[in-house]
């Protein structure tokens, strides 16, 4: 801790609501910081404030890959100051999803990120990072990943879910967490990835006639994953569907096919986008006090 007990919260464009949420939270102060782009697009950052020998959290989503480089220039101007700590938060870790070599000639994609980002920072913390082999890859700094389910958990058990659904058996955990903070049954659905773009579900049988179910993943992108989820549920007599995540991407036309088939949509601010409902900044909070 600084000799004035003052934190700073300094946000990155990508995460000005959480950066916020968080400042409250730590009852620290969120620094002014100008951001801008050049005519070319290159980034500008200034921060407004005296930061020497104060603590300093950072935060910045590494999506869409813009947001990656003003990450490192936000280090790099906070280093300019000879701060007490430099604690990176990055709510969602872009290309947490590319981390293993499938072809010769390929990167580790996840691990090349990590390297760029731990070479200028004390700790990092990120939430329900999708690999954890991500966190091993910071040698040498302190690096933490904070959970969402008890967040996800509240929010949904306030809006009265009945049944939770992992649509993956990689995410049963998680899907079971939640269910035990809504103290309701959970289950899960086998899914295999055929590209991209495409999965199929395993069919199962599932107990969730007339009752109110949430889809809970880590992150949703195409949606493909959510919409065969859905079309199970309705086939066995599902009365509402709630689809809810950490990290909602959404690309591309998502959203327009999730409306096709679920109820409602719902996700954190770790990805700050029209369904952002609920938020990380206490657990990221309580992640950086442990
Ligand atoms: C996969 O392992 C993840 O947990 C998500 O299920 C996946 O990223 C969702 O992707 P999409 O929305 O494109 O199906």
């Given at each position: 801790?600084?000799?004035?007990?003052?934190?700073?919260?300094?946000?990155?464009?990508?995460?000005?609501?959480?950066?916020?949420?968080?400042a409250r939270v730590l009852k620290a102060?969120?620094?002014?910081?100008?951001?801008?782009?050049?005519?070319?697009?290159?980034?500008?950052?200034?921060?407004?404030?005296?930061?020497?020998?104060?603590?300093?959290?950072?935060?910045?989503?590494?999506?869409?890959?813009?947001?990656?480089?003003?990450?490192?220039?936000?280090?790099?101007?906070?280093?300019?100051?000879?701060?007490?700590?430099?604690?990176?938060?990055?709510?969602?870790?872009?290309?947490?999803?590319?981390?293993?070599?499938?072809?010769?000639?390929?990167?580790?994609?996840?691990?090349?990120?990590?390297?760029?980002?731990?070479?200028?920072?004390?700790?990092?913390?990120?939430?329900?990072?999708?690999?954890?082999?991500?966190?091993?890859?910071?040698?040498?700094?302190?690096?933490?990943?904070?959970?969402?389910?008890?967040?996800?958990?509240?929010?949904?058990?306030?809006?009265?879910?009945?049944?939770?659904?992992?649509?993956?058996?990689?995410?049963?955990?998680?899907?079971?967490?939640?269910?035990?903070?809504?103290?309701?049954?959970?289950?899960?659905?086998?899914?295999?990835?055929?590209?991209?773009?495409?999965?199929?579900?395993?069919?199962?049988?599932?107990?969730?006639?007339?009752?109110?179910?949430?889809?809970?993943?880590?992150?949703?992108?195409?949606?493909?994953?959510?919409?065969?989820?859905?079309?199970?549920?309705?086939k066995h007599g599902a009365a509402h569907?709630?689809?809810?995540?950490?990290?909602?991407?959404?690309?591309?036309?998502?959203?327009?096919?999730?409306?096709?088939?679920?109820?409602?949509?719902?996700?954190?601010?770790?990805?700050?986008?029209?369904?952002?409902?609920?938020?990380?900044?206490?657990?990221?909070?309580?992640?950086?006090?442990?």
């Amino acid at each position: 801790m600084s000799p004035d007990g003052i934190m700073y919260v300094v946000g990155g464009s990508a995460s000005q609501r959480l950066s916020a949420e968080l400042a409250r939270v730590l009852k620290a102060k969120l620094a002014k910081v100008e951001i801008k782009r050049f005519p070319d697009d290159e980034c500008y950052v200034r921060i407004d404030e005296e930061l020497e020998g104060e603590d300093v959290f950072l935060v910045q989503t590494t999506w869409p890959d813009k947001n990656i480089v003003e990450l490192f220039l936000l280090q790099d101007a906070i280093r300019e100051f000879d701060v007490s700590s430099l604690t990176t938060v990055v709510p969602y870790f872009g290309y947490a999803r590319q981390d293993k070599q499938f072809k010769t000639g390929e990167p580790i994609s996840a691990r090349a990120i990590a390297r760029l980002i731990q070479s200028n920072t004390d700790e990092f913390i990120t939430v329900d990072i999708h690999a954890s082999s991500v966190i091993d890859w910071f040698d040498g700094v302190s690096a933490k990943n904070a959970h969402a389910y008890p967040e996800i958990g509240k929010f949904l058990k306030a809006k009265g879910t009945q049944m939770v659904l992992s649509p993956d058996e990689g995410r049963w955990d998680n899907a079971k967490r939640i269910a035990d903070v809504i103290s309701c049954d959970a289950d899960y659905l086998v899914k295999e990835r055929l590209d991209g773009e495409t999965v199929t579900m395993t069919p199962k049988s599932l107990d969730v006639k007339g009752k109110r179910v949430a889809i809970v993943d880590d992150i949703i992108s195409t949606g493909s994953t959510i919409v065969k989820a859905a079309e199970q549920l309705r086939k066995h007599g599902a009365a509402h569907i709630v689809a809810a995540c950490t990290h909602g991407v959404f690309a591309r036309d998502a959203v327009t096919k999730l409306k096709a088939c679920c109820d409602e949509i719902y996700s954190t601010d770790t990805i700050e986008n029209p369904t952002t409902t609920i938020s990380v900044a206490s657990q990221i909070a309580r992640m950086a006090m442990d």
